[in-house]
T-cell receptor
Framework: SQELEQSPQSLIVQEGKNLTINCTSS?????LYWYKQKYGEGLIFLMMLQKGGEEKSHEKITAKLDEKKQQSSLHITASQPSHAGIYLCGAESGSARQLTFGSGTQLTVLP | DAGVIQSPRHEVTEMGQEVTLRCKPI?????LFWYRQTMMRGLELLIYFNNNVPIDDSGMPEDRFSAKMPNASFSTLKIQPSEPRDSAVYFCASSIRDRSRTDTQYFGPGTRLTVL
């Protein structure tokens, strides 16, 4: 089965700083999804990457999928307290529609 | 669209009692997923349905857990009898394949279950 490893497990940054979260797969990624979760709430879809080398941005968040399609990174520029939460990567399991999720990265942004 | 709706949002029950969690997927979505989230194990897929039919229930922990989807707009996850180790947040998600052949899952707000 596919396993996703996220790093770091937790991250504390000062407001305004840039940061990167990584997601590494044990197998080729057919579809890689990034979600954000605030405590006590559901997961909010951020972005989805499919092709090797693909990069997508939304506001100050950029996600990339490497050429080999086994690692993805999520980069936040000029972080704000509103970026705080748990970031999870999820991957499709081949042709199946279910997602396997990483253990998440807890982000704290200090004002 | 109201998004995925789950009820109740919070449930506190005593060990041995039956618990029923409810989910209304986004209208038109043909896949529905039930997940469980705990600190120890993270987010785990329990079961998922396609067009109301269970496709994979290998994540269901044991026979105490059962899930049904009687129609396209409603699903239940039942635990009978409940145990303290079932305490977790249970999420429902739904999806549909879009024109770019992606299957983004949209999550409900979750049900926080506490079994005393």
């Amino acid at each position: 089965s596919q396993e996703l490893e996220q790093s770091p497990q937790s991250l504390i940054v000062q407001e305004g700083k840039n940061l990167t979260i990584n997601c590494t797969s044990s197998k080729t990624l057919y579809g890689l999804y990034w979600y954000k979760q605030k405590y006590g709430e559901g997961l909010i879809f951020l972005m989805m990457l499919q092709k090797g080398g693909e990069e997508k941005s939304h506001e100050k968040i950029t996600a990339k999928l490497d050429e080999k399609k086994q690692q993805s990174s999520l980069h936040i520029t000029a972080s704000q307290p509103s970026h705080a939460g748990i970031y999870l990567c999820g991957a499709e399991s081949g042709s199946a529609r279910q997602l396997t999720f990483g253990s998440g990265t807890q982000l704290t942004v200090l004002p | 669209d109201a998004g995925v709706i789950q009820s109740p949002r919070h449930e506190v029950t005593e060990m041995g009692q039956e618990v029923t969690l409810r989910c209304k997927p986004i209208s038109g979505h043909d896949y529905l997923f039930w997940y469980r989230q705990t600190m120890m194990r993270g987010l785990e897929l329990l079961i998922y349905f396609n067009n109301n039919v269970p496709i994979d229930d290998s994540g269901m922990p044991e026979d105490r857990f059962s899930a049904k989807m009687p129609n396209a707009s409603f699903s239940t996850l039942k635990i009978q009898p409940s145990e303290p180790r079932d305490s977790a947040v249970y999420f429902c998600a739904s999806s549909i394949r879009d024109r770019s052949r992606t299957d983004t899952q949209y999550f409900g707000p979750g049900t926080r279950l506490t079994v005393l």
